[in-house]
């Protein structure tokens, strides 16, 4: 129950806000509703960790629901959570009610409009967290696309009906090959789309069936990451997307893409694991340098801090490949980094954005003498995107590496090659910092400009408090993931051992056809 009012509330207060527009209520009452549910949301999220330990389970799935939809098609309405949702859920409601604080002044038209669609959004994000029935997954995970296509389509900058069609088109492509999948599953499970089940018949499935339905699988998810050289969209999507969409985009939507492949791909298709991880390893590795190299000669700074999130993913699903305690508890919490740590950014260049009504590096100079407040909370946002000990970025990418570098599934050569990432991560965020903070106050628009407002810190504060607590002390966080992530990486490895032996069976009944064909 408790489950579903968190799913269901921001979607109830689209329907308030819309019912409030109708009868010409004023504008901040509008706010007023939206930025009060996403907090009250929040409020009951954070219940879902204190009692998570106490709450009923079912196959590990805690606060579990299961019932019937559509009964003839096997279609439920089945939602759960464990470890790894478990952050992500909270990253989500925590995230909303910023967005929508960081929008007050900024969004001028249709503001009711704006709202409904991100209420909208965060049921569709929370939902695709939570759902353990593939269909209602599927659901979810398009429904998304809808208030997604009007935030940047209508709120959107100059390009905006471009980046739009573009984040569309690519995600549709994934959705069809995924829906595929599904429906080949949902036979396979004797009509019935029950994820939870479906594990248990998982090392079951043909290896070479396995393969294809990882591909079909894992192209959805990775578009959604995006890994290279499916990353195409972001950068559009991001510069032109409104503060609080780039925001959403950044800290949950790309998670989606990052969830998918530890909820479906790793348990579900352990022989397409193996057979692609030496494939989806030099992909990553391959975005993190790209994604850093790119970032590094990047005029504008959203565009810079896009490609920077192609760079930090690649670390995530690295870390995801590794299939190791380690390696996957480090890129759960490194999904959790960057949606705080990438999120806070786009927040900072929005307040940018506001006063001078550019993103261009070489517009800006001594901020820090203009403003000296912004200038800390971007300084600690920096630093912990970079990964600096003692704060958020470095507890993941360490778990990662170290992870990574004692897996065994691929050479060692490529973490070494990822860890010089970091190095160039280091390179762009300070050359920027630098060349937007310091240096000479010559331009009178940037000596005119006012420090950051009551509001707009208390915007940036909670995401600070988060950053440096992970950094800190990072116990609370891993201890309700790792028994998550332990499950699936057993998983895996049973059903890779279970289509290991039937791979040798079949191989050898093949051999003795081909003999019994030769006498």
Not at 224 to 253: C, M, N, Q, R
Not at 371 to 391: A, E, H, K, N, R
Not at 484 to 497: A, G, M
Request: glycine share 8%.
């Amino acid at each position: 129950m408790l489950l579903s009012i968190i799913i269901f509330l921001p979607l109830l207060a689209a329907v308030l806000v819309a019912i409030a527009k109708f009868l010409n209520v004023g504008d901040s009452v509008l706010k007023g509703i939206a930025f009060l549910a996403a907090l009250l949301t929040f409020v009951i999220s954070v219940s879902l960790y204190l009692n998570f330990d106490l709450a009923s389970e079912n196959e590990g799935m805690k606060y579990y629901v299961d019932i019937q939809w559509i009964e003839g098609l096997g279609i439920n309405y089945q939602i759960g959570i464990d470890g790894i949702s478990l952050w992500i859920v909270l990253l989500t409601t925590f995230l909303t009610p910023i967005c929508i604080l960081a929008s007050w002044n900024s969004v001028e038209k249709s503001i009711s409009g704006f709202m409904i669609a991100l209420l909208v959004l965060e049921t569709a994000m929370i939902g695709v967290f939570c759902a353990l029935d593939m269909f209602l997954f599927f659901v979810f995970w398009e429904s998304i696309l809808i208030p997604m296509y009007f935030l940047i389509g209508i709120w959107g900058g100059r390009r905006r009906i471009y980046a739009t069609i573009k984040f569309v088109l690519y995600t549709m492509v994934g959705s069809a090959l995924m829906f595929v999948g599904i429906l080949y599953l949902y036979f396979q499970n004797n009509n019935s789309f029950d994820l939870l089940q479906l594990y248990g018949l998982a090392g079951s499935i043909a290896p070479e069936k396995q393969k294809l339905l990882f591909l079909a699988f894992f192209i959805a998810f990775a578009i959604k990451v995006p890994l290279f050289p499916f990353h195409t969209w972001l950068p559009d999507a991001h510069v032109e997307a409104p503060t609080a969409g780039s925001v959403i985009l950044a800290g949950v939507l790309l998670k989606m893409g990052t969830y998918g492949i530890v909820r479906f791909c790793l348990p579900l298709f352990p022989v397409g694991v193996v057979a692609y991880t030496p494939l989806i390893v030099t992909l990553s590795v391959i975005g993190i340098v790209y994604g850093a190299l790119v970032a590094m000669v990047q005029p504008d700074l959203k565009k810079l801090v896009a490609y920077s999130s192609v760079s930090h993913l690649g670390f995530v699903v690295l870390g995801l490949f590794s299939l190791n305690d380690q390696g996957v508890q480090g890129a759960i919490l490194q999904m959790v980094n960057h949606g705080l740590s990438t999120g806070a950014l786009f927040l900072i260049v929005g307040m940018i954005y506001e006063r001078r009504h550019t993103r261009m590096i070489s517009d800006f100079g001594g901020l820090s003498k203009s403003m000296p407040v912004f200038t800390v909370f971007f300084m600690i946002v920096t630093l912990s995107s970079i990964g600096l000990p003692g704060l958020n970025g470095f507890v993941g990418e360490f778990m990662i590496l170290l992870g990574s570098f004692v897996s065994g599934k691929f050479s060692r050569i490529y973490v070494v090659i990822a860890t010089s990432g970091v190095v160039f991560a280091a390179v762009y965020m300070l050359w920027m910092f630098q060349r937007v903070m310091f240096g000479k106050l010559d331009n009178p628009k940037n000596q005119e400009l006012k420090d950051l407002s009551i509001r707009e810190i208390a915007v940036l504060v909670p995401i600070i408090v988060f950053i440096i607590w992970i950094g800190v002390y990072p116990k609370p966080f891993l201890s309700k993931i790792e028994k998550s992530v332990n499950r699936i990486v057993i998983l895996n490895t049973e059903d890779s051992s279970k289509s290991t032996v039937g791979m040798v069976r079949t191989s050898a009944n093949l051999k003795m056809i081909d003999l019994d064909s030769h006498k």
